[in-house]
């Protein structure tokens, strides 16, 4: 679909081009950066145009054929180790972006590229998306102990949240969560999808891939994908497999990924006598690579409740993989029991018991793989295509939006005017939420001065 996409709705007509944000992008691999990443791949080849905004990271190359934007940034230290927090309020990056004549932004993170959505919006008069992936109250709790702290970072992410056009969430378990939160307006559902093509690699990479690394040809292999953090199920998989080594059982567990906790996880594996079980690959790029391990695997456990959509249970239905998944999570939706994968309670017991109950094991593993390739695969295609129709609707909407007559009123004459506007509205919500913060902290040491 064509539409007018320079500042205001001025110009000629040109296909959509579509301002991404995110905080994470690479070299930085996470759930969110792989997102930005499908994103600006199948609107650059498929769809239309777009560019990509991002804070700096050292060592990034930017070799992509579309336009990648850093702007300014400062490592976080241990509140988000191997991130970077980005300054939004570069004048110079502002005015870059303003001169590109997008049509829309969508930003995928509420902190630091929210602040440089709602500014960019101020300048251009263009609507702001938001796509909300993760469950940041857990994030922050691990990176903020204070519960005064917390409150105070979470309303800053809801008000950041609540000022962007049309909110977006990646299940309905990340809606009920971003409710949780305070965030009381509308949202669409709208999944991601996965950048695996269906059907399973060679079966001499298969092969190749067990001889590296010395996996027993009928030994069950079980596999883990994602950062190695304990709130992702860790402690449940481990406690399970102790389990199911001390009634006998044979198997190898592989956990692929890196995260703060990975020598902590390592240790209590050893911990439960694991050690000749477990493998740990650390991060693995090459995407050929991941697709072989989850064709080599025989089921996926991944009891996350943190997970906010599960990309990795629809990579691996794309290889023919199931996945055992704690009932009720968002990882689980749309999952039937026995038949797309396996549903268990939220303890190690129920893992045990599932892997070890009549009628279970390799073969029974396979058929619900093969169904789950057949039934719940999403391509990335799709889901950005489902984007691309949405974004029409946001923007049909825009037009007679109450905010849009507020931000174009002269914007194409006072173009500079309304970006330092802009850039002083941020730098004030900045200044107010870091004033909230104080008056926390004060309210925090008159605690303690009170009652220690």
Known sequence: MYLKSSP?????????????????????????????????????????????????????????????????????????????????????????????????????????????????????????????????DIDIARAVKSELLQETAIRLLVSNITACDDVWVVSEGAGENLRSLGYQGDFTVMPNGVDLPRGRVAEAAVRELSAAWGLPEQTPVYLFVGRIMWYKGLRLILGGLAKLRAAGRDFRMVFIGDGQDRGDVADYARSLG????????????????????????????????????????????????????????????????GRTGILIDENADALAAALTAPGMGCEAFRRIGQTAMDEIYISWEDSVRAAWARYQTVLEQWQGSPRRKKTTAGSLFNMSENMVQALETAKNQYRDAVAQLNRDVDRALGYLDRYL
Do not use: Q
């Not at 759930?31 to 060592?59: F, H, M, Q, W």
């Open 8 to 136: 205001a709705g001025a110009g000629a007509e040109s296909p959509l081009n579509v301002c991404l944000m995110n905080d994470s992008f690479p070299p930085v691999i996470d759930g969110v950066s792989n997102a930005v990443v499908n994103y600006a791949r199948i609107i650059t080849d498929k769809l239309g145009r777009c560019a990509v905004a991002t804070p700096e990271y050292p060592g990034a190359a930017d070799d992509y054929p579309y336009p990648v934007i850093r702007y300014p940034s400062i490592p976080t230290g241990k509140l988000a180790a191997g991130y970077r927090a980005g300054n939004p309020f570069s004048p110079a990056v502002v005015a870059k972006l303003a001169g590109m004549g997008f049509g829309l932004i969508h930003t995928h993170c509420p902190v630091t590229s929210a602040f440089l959505a709602r500014s960019l919006r101020e300048v251009t008069s263009v609507p702001v998306v938001f796509t909300y992936h993760t469950k940041f």
């Open 274 to 337: 694991l050690e000749d079980r477990c493998v740990f690959t650390g991060a693995i790029r090459d995407r050929e690579l991941v697709r072989a391990w989850y064709c080599r695997a025989d089921l996926l456990l991944f009891p996350s409740t943190f997970d906010t959509n599960g990309l990795v249970v629809r990579e691996a239905a794309a290889c023919g993989l199931g996945s055992l998944l704690v009932r009720g999570s968002c990882a689980a939706e749309g999952i039937a029991d």
